[in-house]
Nanobody
Framework: QVQLVESGGGLVQAGDSLRLSCAASGRTFNLYAVGWFRQAPGKEREFVSAISHNGYITNYADSVKGRFTISRDNAKNTVALQMNKLKPEDTAVYYC??????????????????WGQGTQVTVSS
């Protein structure tokens, strides 16, 4: 079992950057895929990006490709989401999630077993 805590959210202007971090507890974090999802007011939670247990496989939603980069440091039990060229439509609560499945970077919410509490990202125009 892992516990996840997101940080790094905030209020920025369009075009700015933010770096989100997902910190995990547990000694087997390197066995877990990690995904980032987001939920805007009145909308369903949606996939943003995911990374496999070893960092070899990454996936991105089309809406963030070329702007967001996911990475992980298993020695520090952290996964980061670097978000550049932010747009107002990126405004949402961002959640990280974990899935104990090697060699995969799942894009479906239903494949994740553990979730953090979320961090708010607000992008003003």
């Amino acid at each position: 079992q892992v516990q996840l805590v997101e940080s790094g959210g905030g209020l920025v202007q369009a075009g700015d950057s933010l770096r989100l971090s997902c910190a995990a507890s547990g000694r087997t974090f390197n066995l877990y895929a990690v995904g980032w999802f987001r939920q805007a007011p009145g909308k369903e939670r949606e996939f943003v990006s995911a990374i496999s247990h070893n960092g070899y496989i990454t996936n991105y939603a089309d809406s963030v490709k070329g702007r967001f980069t996911i990475s992980r440091d298993n020695a520090k039990n952290t996964v980061a989401l670097q978000m550049n060229k932010l747009k107002p439509e990126d405004t949402a609560v961002y959640y990280c999630a974990a899935n104990r499945r090697p060699w995969a970077a799942p894009m479906s919410l239903s494949e994740y077993d553990y979730w953090g509490q979320g961090t708010q990202v607000t992008v003003s125009s």
